[in-house]
């Protein structure tokens, strides 16, 4: 079992900036998959951005160019830095690690509780 831990959500002004972060309660060195989902209100959960073990990245059309996910594996932990943020970025944003990863649908293992990333026009 893995615990997740996130933080940096908060309420922001359009074009600002947000940080979020996650902390594993394990090791994330042999881990492969590590990123984030997000849920609106009255939408379905869409996948963000995932990161793989070798440093390599996706993202959803929508926050490309303005969110830059790393990993940090001696700290295990998972950033997602959010720039340019629009108020259709607003929604619950969840860390999530392991899983199965094809083509574009990410099943992870592991969910955090969400943070609520909150953008104002």
């Known amino acids: 079992q893995v615990q997740l831990v996130e933080s940096g959500g908060g309420l922001v002004q359009a074009g600002g900036s947000l940080r979020l972060s996650c902390t594993t309660s394990?090791?994330?060195?042999?881990?492969?998959?590590l990123g984030w989902h997000r849920q609106a209100p009255g939408k379905q959960r869409e996948l963000v951005s995932i990161i793989r073990e070798d440093g390599s990245a996706n993202y959803a059309d929508s926050v490309k160019g303005r969110f830059t996910i790393s990993r940090d594996n001696a700290k295990n932990t998972v950033t997602l830095q959010m720039n340019s943020l629009k108020s259709e970025d607003t929604a619950v944003y969840y860390c999530?690690?392991?899983?199965?990863?094809?083509?574009?649908?990410?099943?992870?293992?592991?969910w955090g509780q969400g943070t609520q990333v909150t953008v104002s026009s």
């Open positions: 999530a690690v392991g899983g199965i990863f094809m083509s574009t649908t990410w099943r992870p293992r592991y």
């Open positions: 394990r090791s994330i060195s042999s881990i492969n998959l």
